[in-house]
């Protein structure tokens, strides 16, 4: 069996952000000190980030929660979210994460094929993007080691699928004909992603969608099993008096944030049990 923990966006700001707000700052110190390491604590072959893991892009906030993880010493992968890319060239974000923003690999359990979905440096537009050789790339994924799962991760939902993932700009921009190249792949099929802060499972064709929801949204991380011929998932919510207050101080006033109702969803938006 291999497991999986998950998080969604979790907006690490730096102090210059919100400069003199000593009540952002508290929150700020409280919440992200007691998630990161509630985060870590859970025992997983892989930690996943599905992207906005910083708020403004800025090099500050990916040195700072880098530096968290690296104490950490657990196995950490981080999918590029918009926030992620506004601030900086993603040869420096390459940098500074020190994985590809397009991977792959296999395990004796799945394939795993790693997406970046982001506009490079366009804070207007925070729609989702590929460009032509991502696509080729992509395609050429579909075809490898075709009996096993594939579990592919990106930021971005495609149109129509999660919730929320019809509202403006909280999609992969739909002229690209992203089901196309999911086609390609036989079997049961995982798709996980961000972006919208909500938790959502959506079944479409052989493909499953899951959105993970943003920690100050939900403070929670999503669990995954693959085990034999199943993929479980199932929502870890925290529950901490001081983190939970820290949380909704932040989704309340944080600026530039998204603030969806009902980020929880329904039981079946957290809790699945699909087989491959």
């Known amino acids: 069996m291999m497991r999986l923990a998950i998080i969604g966006d979790l907006h690490f700001f730096d102090n210059k952000f919100v400069q003199g707000n000593e009540e952002l700052l508290l929150a700020k110190e409280s919440f992200y000190e007691r998630y990161l390491q509630k985060f870590f ?12 893991l910083t708020h ?4 500050e906030e990916f040195e700072s929660v880098y530096q968290h993880i690296r104490n950490s010493g657990i196995s950490f992968r981080h999918i590029l979210g918009n926030h992620d890319a506004y ?14 923003l397009n991977d792959v690999f296999e395990t004796e359990e799945a394939l795993f094929v790693f997406v970046d979905s982001t506009r490079e440096m366009d804070p207007k537009d925070y729609s989702g993007h590929l460009n032509a050789d991502q696509l ?5 994924q579909m075809l490898v080691s075709p009996s ?3 579990l592919v991760f990106a930021h971005h939902p495609l149109y129509n699928t999660t919730t929320g993932s019809t509202d403006e700009k909280m999609h992969i921009d739909p002229t690209i004909d992203m089901r196309a190249i999911l086609r390609k792949r036989q079997g049961n099929c995982f798709y996980f992603n961000g972006h919208n802060h909500i938790h959502s499972i ?12 943003a920690g100050m949204c939900h403070p929670s991380i999503r669990i995954v099993e693959i ?11 925290i529950e901490d008096k001081e983190l939970l207050e ?7 006033k944080l600026p530039q944030y998204h603030r969806p109702l009902h980020a929880y969803g329904q039981n079946a938006d957290r809790d699945q049990i699909m087989l491959f």
């Open 41 to 52: 604590e859970i025992e997983a072959d892989l930690h996943i980030s599905l992207g906005d």
């Open 56 to 59: 403004m892009g800025w090099e």
């Open 87 to 100: 601030e900086l060239p993603k040869t420096k974000i390459q940098s500074l994460i020190a994985n590809p």
């Open 136 to 140: 080729e790339w992509l395609e050429a």
């Open 148 to 150: 096993k799962p594939i």
């Open 202 to 213: 959506v079944r479409e064709e052989q493909w499953n969608f899951i959105q993970t929801a």
């Open 227 to 237: 085990d034999k011929s199943e993929v479980r998932t199932r929502i870890v919510a």
């Open 246 to 252: 820290a949380a909704q101080i932040l989704y309340d």
